[in-house]
Every structure is written in C-alpha cells, then in structure tokens.
C-alpha cells in the first residue's frame, strides 16, 4: 500500500530538548517536504526536498532542520524546540513538487 | 505576504446544491494549481489540480475553474453530500524563478454539507 509514514503521532516534550519526527515514504518519490498546520494559518512549507541530499527552505524554516540521506526518508529535527513550534506537522511526498502529494497522517507536537 | 488566499473561512451548503469554494493568489509566475481536502485527525488528500494552460478540469462531481487574468480559481462540487464535509486547501506552484519546488498553500475553507 502506498503511504507516507509519520513517527511519533503524538509527543509532549520540554523546551529545548532536541526531537527528532520521522517520515518515510514507500513510493520512490523525489520529492518530499514538511508543512506546520496552525489554526487560522493554514499549511505553511517548512522545508523541502527535489532529491537526495538536495534540500532548501520553505516559508517558516526558523529552528528546524532537515535531512535527505535516502530517497524514502525525511526527518524534521528540531535542535531546540520551543513553545511556538507547538503545532500539527505533516510530511508528504510526490513525483514532482507541483504533482499530487501524498500526506502522513501528521504528528501533533506539544512544547511545554 | 500570503501569496494564496482562501477568503472565505467557512461554507455551509444544504445536501444536493453545488459547493463553491475560492481561491485567489498574488504570483502571475503560478503554473499550476492543486485543491487537497482534510478531514479531522488525517493528513490531507488530493482532490484536483489544473495547470495553467487550461481553464477547467473535472472530475467527476469535481470542477475547478482557473480564471487567470483574475488571478482567481474555484472548486464546484456538484452535487454536494455530507461526506464532503472537511477543510478545503487550494495550493499554487512554479516552475520558474525563485519559487521554483515550493508549494504555496491557503489557510483554508471549512465546508459543511447539511441534509
């Protein structure tokens, strides 16, 4: 089954205190990126990725880093975290950045 | 600076009427443009999408109109049911320029179909 996988779903976690959420995808897309769902704002890209090691930022890449080592794989690092990075992240992939996309199921992250 | 906006917050249509939803965005530089639907505690799914070289692509109940020189799109659902109840995303993308690999989306439209 095609899908986009997201870990942890749920994490609460102290400021400052180094997090890493995981993405993977099992369709060979080249084309992966992280968005922030927040009420009343939307999705906002964070970053994005055209391939292998190849990666640059979207609209609000402030206090996150991200890496490309492998095509399946795209994890959001958060070196440390803050109270307004709590938000609702979503990874998703897709042949090409301007194809359909698919999403995780989203990882809702608390900064307390 | 938002460069797509989904003005309307929310829409409520009665089951059976058409569902009009609206998108307009600020970069001539778009090429294409993509509708995703989003139902509570899941990631959001593709709907639709039309490129700029046309002016309306359907799919079965789902339309969508690209009216370029007003920089404006919209999404008909026809006819409207109560599953299609969810937050409608429209999104923009280029091929060119500095915009090139992003993906720019509105805050979105929550749609309610009533029976």
């Known amino acids: 089954e095609a899908q986009v996988t997201q870990n942890p779903r749920y994490l609460i976690t102290v400021t400052g205190k180094k997090l890493t959420v995981t993405c993977s995808q099992n369709?060979?897309?080249?084309?992966m990126s992280w968005y922030r769902q927040d009420p009343g704002l939307g999705l906002r890209q964070i970053y994005y990725?055209?391939?292998?090691?190849?990666?640059d930022k979207g609209d609000v890449p402030e206090g996150y880093k991200v890496s490309r080592k492998e095509k399946r794989n795209f994890p959001l690092i958060l070196e440390s975290p803050s109270p307004n990075q709590t938000s609702l992240y979503f990874c998703?992939?897709?042949?090409?950045?301007?194809?359909?996309?698919?999403f995780g199921q989203g990882t809702r992250l608390t900064v307390v | 600076d938002q460069q797509v906006k989904q003005n309307s917050p929310s829409l409520s249509v009665q089951e059976g009427r058409i569902s009009i939803l609206n998108c307009d965005y600020t970069n001539s530089m778009f090429d294409y443009f993509l509708w995703y639907k989003k139902y509570p505690a899941e990631g959001p799914t593709f709907l639709i999408s039309i490129s700029s070289i046309k002016d309306k692509n359907e799919d079965g109940r789902f339309t969508v109109f690209l009216n370029k020189s007003a920089k404006h799109l919209s999404l008909h659902i026809v006819p409207s049911q109560p599953g299609d109840s969810a937050v409608y995303f429209c999104a923009a993308a280029s091929d060119r320029g500095s915009t090139l690999g992003r993906l720019y989306f509105g805050r979105g439209t929550q749609l309610t179909v009533w029976p």
């Open positions: 990725s055209m391939n292998v090691e190849v990666t």
């Open positions: 369709m060979n897309h080249e084309y």
């Open positions: 998703a992939s897709s042949p090409l950045y301007r194809t359909e996309a698919f």
